[in-house]
């Protein structure tokens, strides 16, 4: 079974913060997914990447297979990416989930 | 638009009732997915299936049972076993293999 550990658990931060989310794993995987996850309870997927670093707007993915993690950047941070980003891992057949980070972003 | 649909957003059961959430998928996926969330812990997968007509358990079973009868739908029972059934149950697809999943919007249950 593969364990996904997310830190920090929590994060506060004013607008317009750096925020980085980190997220480790403990088996090979072919792919490393990061979620957003909004009051409410709905799911959206920001990213899927096996190698490398995405970019998407304000958001960057990164992963290190050798190291088994990978990190979300936030750059120039706003109250609307408050939510829970949750980090999980694909090994092809299941996907293995980190607890989430609770981020939020105060004005 | 393609999507995946789950509902009810809200649920109330009493206890001892058996309760059915439904999942439809529109992305022609392969595989579906069950999971149930609760506070403070990780999305921990109920049942998945990979292909009409066949699926598997996952990590947490017991108490629950599902069906894929059509490739669209994979419908999940809470059943009266499942002791402690208050909780959050999204439902997710995607194609085989290495890919992006998809989840619905999430079931929001609780038992009284």
């Known amino acids: 079974k593969n364990e996904v550990e997310q830190s920090p658990q929590n994060l506060t931060a004013q607008e317009g913060e750096f925020i980085t989310i980190n997220c480790s794993y403990s088996?090979?995987?072919?792919?490393l997914h990061w979620l957003q996850q909004h009051p409410g309870g709905g799911i959206v997927s920001l990213f899927m990447?096996?190698?490398g670093k995405k970019k998407h707007g304000r958001l960057i993915a990164t992963i290190n297979i050798q190291e088994k993690h990978s990190s979300l950047h936030i750059t120039a941070s706003h109250p609307r990416d408050s939510a829970v980003y949750i980090c999980a891992s694909n090994t092809g057949n299941q996907f293995y989930f980190g607890t989430g980070t609770s981020l939020t972003v105060i004005p | 638009d393609g999507g995946i649909t789950q509902s009810p957003k809200y649920l109330f059961r009493k206890e001892g009732q058996n309760v059915t959430l439904s999942c439809e998928q529109n992305?022609?996926?392969?595989?579906m997915y069950w999971y149930r969330q609760d506070p403070g812990q990780g999305l921990r997968l109920i049942y998945y299936?990979?292909?009409?007509?066949?699926?598997q358990k996952g990590d947490i079973a017991e108490g629950y049972s599902v069906s894929r009868e059509k490739k669209e739908s994979f419908p999940l029972t809470v059943t009266s076993a499942q002791k402690n059934p208050t909780a959050f149950y999204l439902c997710a697809s995607s194609f085989q293999g290495n890919t992006e999943a998809f989840f619905g919007q999430g079931t929001r249950l609780t038992v009284v």
């Open positions: 992305l022609n996926h392969d595989a």
């Open positions: 088996v090979g995987i072919s792919a």
């Open positions: 299936s990979q292909i009409v007509n066949d699926f």
């Open positions: 990447l096996s190698s």
